[in-house]
């Protein structure tokens, strides 16, 4: 589809503009503008044979879900000039491996990624906030890095990510911290995620006390760990 003469620049609405389009293979959005859209959830969801599509910058905004279930889904270029990845956007892209968050961005919502097929994904130096499940069952994801940006991780937001072997922390970060490829609070008074991969016996600091929601959910390859007699706290499904 070509639309390099829609005029968009009035246009408010854009939820599921081309949701369910199963044969749609590629589209062309050069001349899309979005300054004034303030709904536009699910606009591709369900474009079962979308393999590629690149987001100029001239859209500033993507709704929640808007490329839910593009299930052939491989490569995506998302505009510079976004400010959040929402929630569910890429959720079930079973074959993407290739997708940038734009330096800019800020939130990463809840299960934006869940299920997508990377083995690697930059998190820029702008983002403050990353929801609950975000990376969730994205079993190819080998390392990630969270940036100094960051204050707010939700608890399940790399679970079921069988791949991962490490999760590495800014050294500035002022909330967060990783030890030997483990997630910790900047205190290292609480273990936060352990990745799921790992494979080897652990150890805790002894300044540990409490356990998250979900630290060692999923973890399958872990040989042995021993809860210190310091820890008064172990979270939900830990």
């Known amino acids: 589809i070509n639309l390099s003469s829609l005029n968009t620049t009035k246009v408010k609405d854009m939820s599921y503009l081309f949701a369910g389009c199963k044969s749609l293979k590629s589209i062309d959005l050069s001349s899309f503008n979005t300054t004034n859209v303030n709904i536009m959830e699910r606009m591709f969801s369900g474009c079962e044979s979308l393999k590629s599509i690149i987001v100029p910058d001239t859209v500033t905004f993507l709704g929640s879900s808007s490329f839910r279930d ?139 006390t409490s356990i998250g929601d979900h630290a060692f959910y999923s973890c399958a390859n872990l040989v042995s760990y021993n809860v210190p007699n310091n820890i008064v706290s172990i979270g939900e499904s830990a």
């Not at 734009?102 to 097929?117: H, L, Q, S």
């Not at 890095?145 to 069988?162: D, R, Y």
């Open 70 to 208: 593009c299930l052939s889904l491989e490569t995506v270029q998302l505009s510079k000039n976004i400010t959040e990845i929402g929630e569910y956007m890429f959720e079930g892209c079973g074959r993407l491996t290739s997708v940038n968050i734009p330096n800019g961005v800020t939130k990463i919502g809840e299960y934006a990624f869940r299920e997508c097929a990377f083995e690697e994904i930059a998190i820029p130096n702008s983002v403050k906030e990353i929801g609950k499940g975000a990376f969730n069952f994205c079993e190819y994801l080998k390392s990630v890095t969270i940036p100094e940006s960051v204050t707010s991780l939700g608890s399940s937001a790399f679970i079921n990510c069988s791949s991962l072997e490490e999760i590495n922390v800014d050294a500035n970060n002022a909330d967060y911290c990783s030890i030997n490829g483990a997630l910790f609070n900047k205190e290292k008074t609480s273990i936060l995620k352990f990745p799921s991969n790992w494979s080897k016996a652990f150890t805790y600091p002894n300044t540990v």
